[in-house]
């Protein structure tokens, strides 16, 4: 009995299922519609600028992810970066270092009445210990999403908090906004504020999936548009579009995509499982890499910028502190990352229309920006990030339920059952090797 496994997905979820089951033994192949790996994980080096395309650190919290990284020896390629965070109000930086609660309360940013609720925040979130735990729910977490994050702190704070403390911290942690996520999601990503700590990979963020990808058999450029079962308890049909179209018979398929993807290549999904899938509400991002011929060594590693003042502008990301060798001598580099508002309203603008929109705002805030620019790069993601809206964690729970109870050798991996993060995808991809592994057995198996 060779058991055949495709993997539908190249980014971090899809590769560390592969590479659970490759070292247990099993030859699954992963099919990427991209002619690179890493998907939302992913970097290039353009002249000696190392881009990072969409994610650009992995917080201390990352725990699995950072032992993977030091497993794949990689270990000197994780460093900690050198950045404080910064948040502009109308054109004054107010900065911190990144994780220090100390220097929080000391900024000039918040009033004293701000500083106080913050604290009365913080305590409130503490004392809900586990409901807290977006991953596993209880029913108090249910009833702590019945709100916006925006609505709650709108009716019981003062304006400061949605504006100063919400806004920025949505935009950079989910790449959404308060208004599209709940009270809870909030509360949860407080409460983790005063102990962080961010890693980049020096290399760039795609350096681990390129070197997971070195012993996986990935075939890259190559869509899968159809998947189908054969018989009630057959093999799964997949289609693959491309240069080249195919079909192929798998006994398992591991879906490591975004979820509205899932019920676009397989229709047979059960009614609510579809309707789940494709009601998981992705912000879309748009990203813009601006190469500079001078340095900014006085910046902070995140900005944050307040919507009263920037309408296309959420953060911006001075590469230099990921490391000493991610731009050449005398350079600069900034990752300007859309808001929420700005991405929707662009997406589909061509190139010049975006980075117009961004150098006006990246004028306003550090002047003769543009004068500087070498080059522009803009990186679009559909599917940038989950919106954790009212009620989603606990459709993503029984959504969980009903998967592990419907549907065999059918396994899901990303970040669609939970929220965009590294560590979500990549645990959930050695989640469904696991299962495949629990199901099937250790032993050596052969490929297609
Ligand atoms: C701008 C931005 C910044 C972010 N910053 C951070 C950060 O700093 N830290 C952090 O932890 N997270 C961050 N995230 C979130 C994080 O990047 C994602 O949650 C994570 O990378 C998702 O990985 P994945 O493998 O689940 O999905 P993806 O990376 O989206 O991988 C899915 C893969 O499937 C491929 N695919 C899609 N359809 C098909 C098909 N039909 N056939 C074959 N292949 C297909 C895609 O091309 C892609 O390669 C950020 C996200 C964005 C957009």
Redesign the pocket.
């Known amino acids: 009995m060779n058991a055949r496994i495709a993997i ?8 560390s299922a592969g590479y659970k089951l490759t070292k247990t033994g099993y030859e699954p192949v992963i ?4 002619a ?7 970097s290039i080096n353009l002249d000696g600028f190392i881009i990072d395309k ?6 201390a919290t ?1 725990k699995n992810l950072r032992r993977f990284c030091k497993e794949m020896g990689m270990k000197r390629s994780l460093v900690p970066t050198s950045g404080t965070y910064s948040t502009f109000s109308a054109g004054k930086e107010y900065k911190i270092k990144i994780g220090s609660s100390k220097q929080f309360f000391k900024s000039e940013l918040f009033s004293t009445k701000s500083k106080k609720e913050i604290i009365k925040l913080l305590l409130y979130a503490r004392s809900l210990g586990k409901s807290l735990n977006l991953a596993k729910p209880r029913k108090k977490s249910f009833k702590l999403e019945e709100q916006s994050a925006a609505e709650y702190l709108f009716n019981n704070y003062d304006k400061q908090i949605l504006e100063y403390l919400a806004y920025p911290l949505f935009c950079e942690m989910y ?1 959404g906004t308060p208004e599209n996520n709940s009270k809870l999601a909030f509360l949860a990503a407080l409460k983790t504020l005063h102990r962080l700590k961010i890693f980049a990979l020096e290399k760039g ?1 795609g350096s681990l999936p390129e070197r997971m990808a070195r012993t996986l058999d990935i075939r890259l450029q ?4 159809e998947i189908s079962r054969t018989a009630p308890q057959g093999p799964f049909e997949i289609k ?1 579009g491309g240069e080249n179209p195919e079909k192929h018979l798998f006994d398992a398929v591991v879906f ?3 979820s509205p ?1 899932v019920p ?2 397989y229709a047979d999904l059960s009614g609510a499982l579809k309707e789940h899938f494709l009601a998981t509400l992705y912000a879309p ?1 748009i ?1 813009t890499a601006l190469a500079v011929d001078r340095q900014y060594p006085d910046t902070s590693l995140i900005n944050s910028l307040l919507r009263k003042d920037c309408r296309v502008l959420g953060n911006i990301i001075f590469d230099h502190h990921k490391g000493p060798h991610r731009v050449p001598e005398g350079k600069g580099l900034v990752t300007a ?1 859309l808001c929420e508002q700005a991405s929707r309203k662009l997406f589909h603008e061509p190139n010049d229309v975006v980075i117009n929109e961004v150098l006006k705002e990246m004028d306003f805030l550090f002047p003769g920006f543009s004068g500087r620019l070498i080059f522009p790069r803009v ?1 679009r ?1 559909k ?4 919106q954790l809206r009212s009620g989603s964690i606990y459709k993503q729970d029984s959504a969980r339920k009903a998967l592990k109870d419907e549907l065999s050798d059918l396994y899901f ?4 059952l939970y929220w ?6 990549f645990n ?2 050695i989640q469904a090797a696991k299962q495949i592994i629990k199901k099937m057995g250790k032993r050596k198996r052969s490929k297609s």
């Open positions: 539908i997905g190249a980014g971090i979820a899809g590769l099919f990427e519609k991209e690179f790996v890493g998907g939302r994980m992913s969409a994610a650009y650190s992995i917080p990352h790449l963020m190559t869509p899968v548009v693959t490591a995509v975004p993807i676009e290549i991002s990203i990352i990186y993601w599917y940038g990030a989950v991996a990303g970040d669609g965009s993060a590294l560590e979500i995808s959930t991809g």
